[in-house]
């Protein structure tokens, strides 16, 4: 990750030095308006890069060259949280209903903890910044945004106990499980409807096979006692 991030800022090193985005980086972006539409370029970088990480590391790069403010810098983090959630719901289409449950319940977390934070966002980045600065001796720009995102993690888990039966009720809603449905891979689905008996036989010697493996580690774990003991003496 961090020979990753090296190489991404070194490759970027001409298009952050444009005037262009000197200027944007600079101009105040305080209103409600402008934070969404920096939480939607974190999104968009971090489905694109498929890491929130290297957002994460862009963003403290900039901080370091003093290029980007706090709030603007807090605002882009925020939303490649969100988009980082783009792997797992990507991952979940070819996986069964639990899976997919996991991975909307993952973004819909992300996007309320990212909704509330913003609108109050002056007073989440005050909190954030006291906590750093008082608990951490947090100073720099760069290590202000770093832990900025650790701090909104934190407050998403409050979040998350706050609203977790609502989106489980929902995703219920929209994606009822299937009890009728083995939750076991397609192959062995096939061997246990094609031939039980024979699925029962595989079934009896794995079991016969854990416990002859659990046998000899217990009994090693004894001898080794022993010798200890014997030892001691």
């Known amino acids: 990750?961090?020979?990753g991030f090296y190489l991404i800022s070194?490759?970027?090193e001409p298009l952050v030095h444009s005037e262009f985005l000197q200027a944007f980086f600079k101009a105040p972006h305080n209103d409600?308006?402008?934070q969404f539409m920096e939480a939607l370029v974190g999104i968009g970088l971090s489905i694109i890069f498929q890491s929130s990480s290297i957002i994460l590391f862009l963003v403290m790069d900039l901080g370091m060259r003093d290029?980007?403010?706090f709030d603007m810098g807090a605002s882009i983090i925020l939303g490649a949280n969100?988009?980082?959630t783009s792997t797992a719901l990507i991952f979940s289409l070819e996986h069964d209903r639990n899976v997919k449950k996991l991975a909307l319940s993952y973004f819909f977390i992300k996007v309320i903890g990212v909704l509330i934070t913003l609108f109050f966002f002056p007073y989440f980045l005050f909190i954030s910044e006291l906590i750093g600065e008082k608990l951490f001796a947090i100073t720099t720009l760069s290590t202000k945004l770093a832990f900025t995102n650790i701090f909104f993690n934190l407050v998403s888990l409050l979040w998350w106990f706050s609203f977790y039966s609502?989106?489980?009720k929902f995703?219920?809603?929209i994606l009822p499980t299937d009890n009728t449905k083995l939750v076991l891979p397609s192959v062995i689905r096939k061997i246990v409807?094609?031939?039980p008996d024979l699925a029962i036989e595989e079934l009896k010697n794995q079991i016969n096979q854990i416990e002859s493996v659990t046998k000899s580690l217990t009994d090693s774990c004894i001898e080794l006692l022993n010798i200890k003991k014997v030892n001691a003496r």
Do not use: Y
């Open 10 to 12: 070194k490759n970027l």
């Open 32 to 34: 409600l308006t402008n």
């Open 193 to 195: 409807t094609s031939n």
């Open 82 to 84: 969100i988009g980082t």
């Open 1 to 3: 990750a961090f020979l």
């Open 166 to 168: 609502l989106i489980l």
């Open 171 to 173: 995703l219920n809603t």
């Open 67 to 69: 290029l980007i403010q």
